[in-house]
Antibody
Framework: EVLLQQSGAELVRPGSSVKISCKAS????????MHWVKQRPEQGLVWIGR????????VYAEKFKNKATLTADKSSNTAYMQLSSLTSEDTATYFC????????WGQGVTVTVSS | DVVLTQTPPTLSATIGQSVSISCRSS???????????LHWLVKRPGQSPQLLIY???RLESGVPNRFSGSGSGTDFTLKISGVEAEDLGVYYC?????????FGGGTKLELK
């Protein structure tokens, strides 16, 4: 069974960074791209970017190029997303999702940016 | 970037009613390899999004066959033939034919 298990909720200070994880099980992480999606409260889904875990190649949406950094650790079958210089605009739930078909999703990580 | 425009933004339906959601793209999603990467998802409250239809019309495994997708080029439609209570949520189209991937604005399905 394919599962994407994400790390827990985060409460972080403005200006700081946070790194959230997405551990894949039931398949080899390198067999599929991993995408990341943002959803702010009461708003729609926004694509952040994707990583090819096999070689680390990344593609980002323009607005996230200086905000998000995607990485992958093949040894632990885990993908990561780091968000930097956090502001209230980054308060949201972040999902990892497998492949360009978005066929499996993590449960989401709620990041709250507050002083 | 490709802009996906979904209509209507809100849909009120009774149980058993058939409904359709439109997704129009700002450019053709047909790739030179003949594939069209237009998919449909549903986001139910408190849950992660779920894939319903991929590549325009292919039903994801485990999804009830009351869901169907159609279309080509720039115009696509998701149809629910006989809404059930569990279908409530926000429906999104998403395209992966042209980077960056983009989502439609969503269509909220409510019970009348």
């Amino acid at each position: 069974e394919v599962l994407l298990q994400q790390s827990g909720a985060e409460l972080v200070r403005p200006g700081s960074s946070v790194k959230i994880s997405c551990k894949a099980s039931g398949y080899n992480l390198t067999d599929h791209y991993m995408h990341w999606v943002k959803q702010r409260p009461e708003q729609g889904l926004v694509w952040i970017g994707r990583i090819n875990p096999a070689n680390g190649n990344t593609v980002y949406a323009e607005k996230f190029k200086n905000k998000a950094t995607l990485t992958a650790d093949k040894s632990s079958n885990t993908a990561y997303m780091q968000l930097s210089s956090l502001t209230s605009e980054d308060t949201a739930t972040y999902f990892c999702t497998r492949s360009g078909y978005f066929d499996y999703w993590g449960q989401g990580v709620t990041v709250t940016v507050s002083s | 970037d490709v802009v996906l425009t979904q209509t209507p933004p809100t849909l009120s339906a009774t149980i058993g009613q058939s409904v359709s959601i439109s997704c129009r793209s700002s450019q053709s999603l047909l790739q030179s390899n003949g594939n069209t990467y237009l998919h449909w998802l549903v986001k139910r409250p408190g849950q992660s999004p779920q894939l319903l239809i991929y590549s325009v019309s292919r039903l994801e495994s485990g999804v009830p066959n009351r869901f169907s997708g159609s279309g080509s080029g720039t115009d696509f439609t998701l149809k629910i033939s006989g809404v059930e209570a569990e279908d409530l949520g926000v429906y999104y189209c998403v395209q992966g034919s042209h980077a960056p991937w983009t989502f439609g604005g969503g269509t909220k399905l409510e019970l009348k």
